[in-house]
């Protein structure tokens, strides 16, 4: 599988137009990757992107003025991104992304709060679809992971933080059905990363921040349990990304901005370790994908 994770925009609390990458079996810094083509924050949390080519979907710049934006880099290369000329088809930030390597799917979001999931193909890339709707209502803040055949859309805002965890097929279209609930930590989340058989649910916290680690299994239903602690910065509103054997947790909140890494072996359990720090992105709410998730 991949092993290159990326990290673009955010906010600190202005918008910033910087990616960063890592490699996320070396432990160490990020290093410079290129420019989004404007300045975003506020993006889709969660992992959208194939083994070839990471996407960046709605955001917003201060104001805010809220966009549908659909922008796309290429793993391999360094360089900024481009905007593809297409629309997901809602304007909305603080939305739910994920994929698997043909299908990304983006869920809910704000102003207004929505409960809509549409998707589109990671490989001809064209204007968002119509896929259903989230089964609880609406909901923006949350975390999106997935396997190759399922996603999963966990914590968040239903217009106070939720626990609830729900899941969609992704090669169908339909509404989000119940998966269980986040058993110990707020659904305010850090991140989210996954390979293709656990999802990681990264500390978190609404006006005290949590440093519990907790896991899924994708592929059964239940609440989460344990995995461990954040041996580190407590914080919440952060990116994830993953290799098939490892989750980073990157950047985040906690009265401050933050540029702190920390990781975790996926299959094992226990607190995370330091990983670096995130060289261009001292922000939250910023995107992050990697070319190695469970998704793919």
Do not use: W
């Not at 064209?126 to 089964?135: K, N, P, R, V």
């Not at 975390?143 to 055949?149: E, F, L, N, R, W």
């Not at 921040?209 to 899924?216: A, D, F, G, L, R």
């Not at 344990?226 to 950047?251: E, K, L, M």
């Amino acid at each position: 599988g991949g092993n290159r994770g990326v990290l673009f925009g955010g906010g600190s609390p202005t918008a910033a137009d910087v990616m960063d990458y890592h490699t996320i079996s070396t432990i160490g810094s990020s290093a410079d990757f290129g420019d989004l083509p404007t300045a975003t924050r506020n993006l889709g949390c969660g992992q959208c992107s194939s083994r070839t080519r990471g996407f960046a979907i709605c955001g917003d710049v201060p104001g805010p003025t809220i966009h549908d934006n659909i922008i796309l880099f290429t793993f391999a290369s360094l360089g900024s991104a481009v905007d593809s000329g297409f629309d997901i088809g809602t304007d909305r930030r603080i939305t739910t992304a994920l994929s698997n390597e043909t299908r990304g799917i983006v869920a809910g979001g704000y102003e207004p709060e929505n409960n809509v999931i549409e998707y589109i193909s990671l490989q001809t890339v064209g204007a968002g679809a119509d896929f259903g709707d989230l089964s609880a209502g609406n909901r923006y803040f949350g975390y999106g992971s997935a396997s190759t055949t399922r996603g999963l859309i966990a914590g968040g805002i239903l217009s106070a933080v939720t626990n609830s965890i729900e899941y969609i097929t992704i090669s169908t279209t339909g509404n989000a059905a119940d998966f269980g609930d986040i058993a110990v930590g707020d659904g305010r989340l850090l991140a989210a990363a996954a390979n293709s058989t656990r999802s990681i649910l990264a500390s978190g916290g609404q006006d005290s921040y949590s440093n519990v680690i907790e896991y899924v299994t994708i592929a059964t239903l239940g609440n989460s349990v344990d995995f461990g602690d954040i041996d580190g910065t407590d914080r919440r509103d952060g990116s994830g990304t993953s290799s098939p054997t490892r989750a980073v947790f990157s950047c985040g909140y906690n009265g401050s901005f933050q540029n702190k890494q920390d990781y975790v072996e996926i299959m094992t359990l226990g607190n995370s370790k330091d990983f670096g720090d995130a060289a261009g992105s001292t922000v939250f709410r910023n995107g992050g994908c990697s070319n190695g998730h469970g998704g793919l």
